[in-house]
């Protein structure tokens, strides 16, 4: 998370995009600071709030991906992927997206497992 406070991004989001690549990437390749499973590939896409632990989080907007995705972690080496996938089928005008930027509504301590309630945005 670089813009917000916290970045969420989904497992089964990850799994997904792996799916469609040669060669899997890790997690680390987007630096978020959430990682939830249990739901449906893009699932956060349509969440406008959640709960973790009783703090209240509001997803802000999606995150726009930029050339950082496509570096290693683990070597440093930079390629084209997983940006020019994402690309493919994550594009909304001139951004690839994936994950949701959040704001946390309160203070309080989250931690590994702990359950996660959504609400969906409205929708017209």
């Not at 497992?11 to 799916?19: F, H, I, Q, T, Y």
């Not at 972690?73 to 909304?92: F, H, K, M, V």
Request: net charge negative; proline share 6%.
């Amino acid at each position: 998370a670089d813009g917000f406070p916290l970045l969420l991004i989904s497992r089964a989001s990850l799994e997904d995009l792996n799916g469609r690549l040669d060669e899997p990437v890790s997690m680390e390749r987007f630096r978020p600071n959430l990682e939830v499973e249990g739901c449906e590939p893009f699932a956060e896409d349509s969440w406008s709030r959640l709960e973790i632990a009783g703090v209240g989080f509001r997803v802000a907007k999606p995150c726009a991906r930029c050339v950082i995705t496509t570096v290693d972690p683990a070597t440093g080496t930079l390629g084209r992927e997983p940006l020019r996938t994402l690309a493919s089928y994550r594009r909304e005008g001139s951004k690839v997206l994936f994950g949701q930027n959040l704001i946390h509504d309160g203070s309080g301590t989250i931690r590994l497992g702990d359950e996660v309630r959504t609400w969906e945005a409205d929708r017209p």
